[in-house]
């Protein structure tokens, strides 16, 4: 099996990242299927592909001619069967729950054709832990995309012990037709490579606001005008969710022990609250205003 045997991609999880994945492929010719159990979800997946493409004509990013194509290539559906029955590659996108991810691949192992590569987006849980769950360890890895998917450039391809080479090669291939950079890890670690050095810029963000030090909006602005960030840390966590910040947290220190990796008492207030950022229209910052 190589990159040109890739032709359908299955895309797990209809949410922030797994419905932008899914764009992504269908806008780079891969005939793609979206499926999520929550209805809702999917629906605002499906507009918006819809919405997107429109704007990206419109903006000039894409020909009219380019986005119907694009758009005829990406479908949406409840079941995960239907989803996969053809893939020859599936991108998992769901929550950061280990068990939850489990059930997933052994469904997927049992669904998906026997040659599927099955790669997770998970950035907390490697797939050493999720491979044995199916009886095609050596095509499962994790494949992070960074959040937005359409926009941000790096992957990172995990490879395990359990990973083929030619498994990793196909990732790392497929990325690169997507237009991603790609960057390979010879070894799984917790938080892989950009996630734990934004970890440690994160934990000090807090530690710093819960001490009064400085506001948030000023350690946002310290990142941006000082260090060059596109965006400071509080800003970051309103994106991709108060709610990841706390359940990666979460999923850290069960498996390290390690209280560094708690949640800090401001995230689980925001947490608890469900303030989780955009999605909820409140987190760190107010989005209800405008």
């Not at 269908?26 to 629906?43: E, S």
């Not at 986005?67 to 069967?81: L, Q, V």
């Not at 395990?160 to 790392?172: A, F, L, N, Y």
């Not at 979460?250 to 949640?263: I, K, N």
Request: some cysteine.
């Amino acid at each position: 099996m190589n990159i040109d045997d890739i032709k359908n991609i299955a895309v797990i999880g209809a949410g922030n990242m797994g419905h932008q994945i899914a764009m992504l492929c269908a806008i780079h010719g891969y005939k793609t299927v979206c499926t999520d159990i929550n209805p809702d979800i999917l629906k605002k997946a499906e507009n918006f592909a819809d919405t997107y493409l429109a704007g990206r004509v419109e903006k000039g990013r894409l020909t009219q001619d380019q986005a119907t194509a694009a758009r005829e290539r990406i479908a949406f559906t409840g079941s995960m069967e239907e989803a996969v029955k053809d893939a020859d590659y599936v991108i998992e996108a769901v929550l950061e729950i280990l068990d939850l991810k489990r059930k997933i691949f052994a469904d997927l192992d049992r669904m998906a054709p026997a040659h599927a590569i099955l790669a997770t987006n998970s950035s907390a849980i490697i797939s050493s832990k999720i491979a044995d769950a199916t009886d095609r360890s050596e095509k499962v890895l994790n494949v992070h995309f960074f959040n937005p998917a359409l926009v941000m450039k790096l992957v990172e391809v995990v490879q395990g012990p359990h990973v083929s080479d030619e498994t990793r090669e196909i990732s790392m291939a497929l990325c690169e037709k997507l237009e991603k950079v790609p960057v390979h890890l010879k070894k799984e670690v917790d938080g892989f490579l950009l996630n734990r050095i934004f970890a440690a810029i994160t934990r000090e963000a807090l530690w710093l606001l819960e001490m009064g030090v400085a506001s948030m909006e000023d350690i946002d602005k310290a990142q941006v005008y000082g260090a060059g960030h596109p965006m400071g840390t509080f800003r970051l966590m309103d994106l991709t969710g108060i709610d990841l910040t706390y359940i990666m947290g979460m999923e850290a220190f069960r498996e390290t022990g390690d209280v560094r990796h708690l949640p800090s008492p401001s995230v689980v207030e925001k947490y608890c609250k469900g303030d989780y950022g955009q999605k909820t229209g409140k987190g760190w910052y107010d989005y209800t205003k405008k």
